[in-house]
T-cell receptor, first 112, second 111 residues
Framework: DTAVSQTPKYLVTQMGNDKSIKCEQN?????MYWYKQDSKKFLKIMFS???????INETVPNRFSPKSPDKAHLNLHINSLELGDSAVYFC???????????FGDGTRLSIL | GENVGLHLPTLSVQEGDNSIINCAYS??????FIWYKQESGKGPQFIID?????DKRQGQRVTVLLNKTVKHLSLQIAATQPGDSAVYFC??????????FGQGTELSVKP
């Protein structure tokens, strides 16, 4: 069974559109994260939620809005997509604190 | 800002040889470190971790060494196999805060 699953795997859309990426974890973890990986493979955290509460919010444009309906789900909604948003977005989860984070297989977002 | 960096962006080794991937970190407050492996089209996969109260930890074919004096972390892979080919990331966690990833090293194993 997939521990951290995110959908869709690929997302191709036009500039200006609004899109969502969904993430679910079945590990019973309390904390979930969104990361962005650029074309040079650099991974940077965007957001972190603990028990549905936002705890980390990096310097991300407010076009990006995470939503956590319950502690097993963390979705990412992006408004008015721009060319620079093209990247691979990873969802992860952990028990929080100094514990390993477990990653999904990513959503490759391509903006035309 | 503070960063975790890698000395070698690419590493090519012969199958069966040992591999060593190095990482320098700059945040002296970091007390937890992780190595991840990322294969093409997949997410980072946890390999091994180490806390700052240790200087060495061993797993199956992998060893992580931590030198807090010079803020250096390394991952050693014994008897490297073609399936080890991937991008390897070190990451540091400054006292339960966000995970900061290094640049990544691409390991290529020649059969």
């Amino acid at each position: 069974d997939t521990a951290v699953s995110q959908t869709p795997k690929y997302l191709v859309t036009q500039m200006g559109n609004d899109k969502s990426i969904k993430c679910e974890q079945n590990l019973g973890h309390d904390t979930m994260y969104w990361y962005k990986q650029d074309s040079k493979k650099f991974l940077k955290i965007m957001f972190s939620y603990n028990n549905k509460e936002l705890i980390i919010n990096e310097t991300v444009p407010n076009r990006f809005s995470p939503k956590s309906p319950d502690k097993a789900h963390l979705n990412l909604h992006i408004n008015s997509l721009e060319l620079g948003d093209s990247a691979v977005y990873f969802c992860a989860s952990s028990q929080g604190g100094s514990q390993p984070q477990h990653f999904g297989d990513g959503t490759r977002l391509s903006i035309l | 800002g503070e960063n975790v960096g890698l000395h070698l962006p690419t590493l090519s080794v012969q199958e069966g040889d040992n591999s060593i991937i190095n990482c320098a970190y700059s945040n002296s407050a970091s007390d937890y470190f992780i190595w991840y492996k990322q294969e093409s089209g997949k997410g980072p996969q946890f390999i091994i971790d180490i806390r700052s109260n240790m200087d060495k930890r061993q797993g199956q074919r992998v060893t992580v060494l931590l030198n807090k004096t010079v803020k250096h972390l390394s991952l050693q892979i014994a008897a490297t196999q073609p399936g080890d080919s991937a991008v390897y990331f070190c990451a540091e966690n400054p006292r339960g805060g966000k995970l900061i990833f290094g640049q990544g090293t691409e390991l290529s194993v020649k059969p």
